[in-house]
């Protein structure tokens, strides 16, 4: 099931701003348009993800993700072919959105919480594995889709990835795809509940005795503190991701030498997401995300001197690794605090504070940049909002009924 979900989130890499990044100085050149106007598209499937959010978690907890991802799939394929044979700015914008609002929200998003719901001891290995496979399109393809945009144009690309969604993300998932272990007589881990139980105890964020309805959680004053650390680094993480190549270009590394940059952040990200996810099953959830923050604020300051590719390639990664944990974890830490049951509607939640986050950042970045003729000072607002991000995190406590 693992392998599925994660083969799935690696056939919706054209929705990720690592690659949608590659295609950015190609549109600018081709059709003249501005960073801001091209951002825009994904400041609006950001709107839309966070709208759809607390929707597609409500059909997660009631029919699973064996829907809902392979729709998913479906408007992702068909929106990528689409854009291939796209020649203005508005239609480019709206399509691109809806590809964008397919891949978060009915693809990587079901399936964090799909897995989420079927593992409770080895939640974050399990998660790892998520990461480590989804992550595997995201090194491959920014390379591949600079080649293709080189030899055989922009649409050549579009298509391709298109493809990439139709074939792997459509027909597993709905055939292997179930919404909770209890569905097909099992349990989590598969070992008994209470023994899952115990044994996640030593982590200091194991499930609590029952499961936290939506009214509940939104009483705690864990989860708007959780919100709020995840929409500032989401902000900060994807402003930096979406403009890295073309960040990289101004600072005169060659086109092929930025996209194994952007490659590296994503070979960054799967071994993050690995790591991460299993020091998430051994310490506490609250306080890696917090370290996470706090080393990525760190790292958006050392992106302003780069200056070689023996820079950018270490920094890139170093990047990647920060945001393959802080992808999950706060999936993790949510079915920690407030249990399975109802983690799709919580969760869903979390996805529309998100999904505004993720669609702000690149359109913040690209103003930013659009009136000062440098990425400095979006990098350096960056910096402080994962300062921030950690202070937050900081004061995230267990939530306790009473």
């Not at 979900?5 to 059709?31: D, H, I, M």
């Not at 400041?43 to 029919?63: K, M, Q």
């Not at 051994?282 to 050392?302: C, F, G, K, N």
């Not at 706060?330 to 504070?353: E, F, K, N």
Request: aromatic fraction near 8%.
């Amino acid at each position: 099931m693992v392998v599925v979900a994660g083969v799935a989130n690696a056939s919706r890499v054209s929705s990720a701003v690592e690659v949608s990044s590659v295609f950015v100085p190609a549109l600018v050149a081709e059709f003249g348009w501005s960073r801001t106007l091209i951002a825009s598209a994904t400041t609006l499937g950001g709107v839309a993800t966070a709208l759809s959010g607390p929707i597609v978690g409500r059909i997660l907890d009631r029919y699973g993700g064996r829907i809902v991802v392979p729709l998913g799939a479906l408007a992702v394929g068909a929106g990528c072919i689409a854009l291939a044979s796209v020649q203005t700015a508005a239609v480019f914008v709206v399509v691109y959105a809806l590809v964008r609002m397919a891949g978060q929200s009915f693809m990587q998003f079901p399936n964090q919480v799909t897995v989420a719901k079927w593992f409770e001891r080895r939640r974050g290995t399990a998660t790892a594995l998520l990461v480590g496979i989804g992550s595997v399109g995201l090194i491959v393809a920014p390379v591949a889709v600079q080649a293709i945009i080189g030899r055989a144009g922009i649409g050549a690309a579009w298509i391709a990835l298109g493809v990439l969604a139709l074939s792997l993300g459509v027909l597993p998932t709905l055939l292997l795809s179930a919404r909770r272990p209890e569905d097909l007589g099992l349990r989590p881990d598969g070992a008994e509940r209470e023994a899952a139980v115990a044994e996640a105890e030593p982590s200091g964020d194991g499930d609590p005795a029952a499961d936290w309805t939506v009214r509940e959680a939104l009483r705690t004053r864990a989860l708007y503190l959780l919100l709020g650390s995840t929409v500032f680094f989401s902000l900060a993480s994807t402003g930096v991701g979406f403009h890295q190549l073309s960040y990289y270009l101004e600072r005169g590394i060659s086109p092929g030498t930025a996209a194994a940059a952007v490659s590296s952040f994503a070979f960054g990200l799967m071994v993050g997401g690995i790591m991460w996810g299993w020091l998430a099953d051994r310490l506490r959830v609250q306080l890696l995300l917090t370290v996470e923050y706090a080393m990525a604020a760190v790292l958006m300051l050392l992106l302003l001197g780069v200056r070689t590719p023996v820079q950018a390639l270490p920094i890139s990664f170093g990047f990647g690794m920060l945001v393959g944990g802080a992808l999950a974890m706060p999936t993790l830490l949510l079915a920690a605090y407030y249990g399975r049951r109802y983690l799709g509607s919580i969760a869903g939640i979390l996805q529309m504070a998100r999904g505004l986050a993720l669609g702000s950042g690149p359109l913040v970045a690209g103003i930013i940049y659009d009136l000062n003729g440098s990425y400095a000072p979006a990098f350096m607002t960056f910096s402080v909002m994962c300062v921030g991000a950690v202070a937050m995190m900081a004061f995230v406590r267990r939530p306790v009924r009473g």
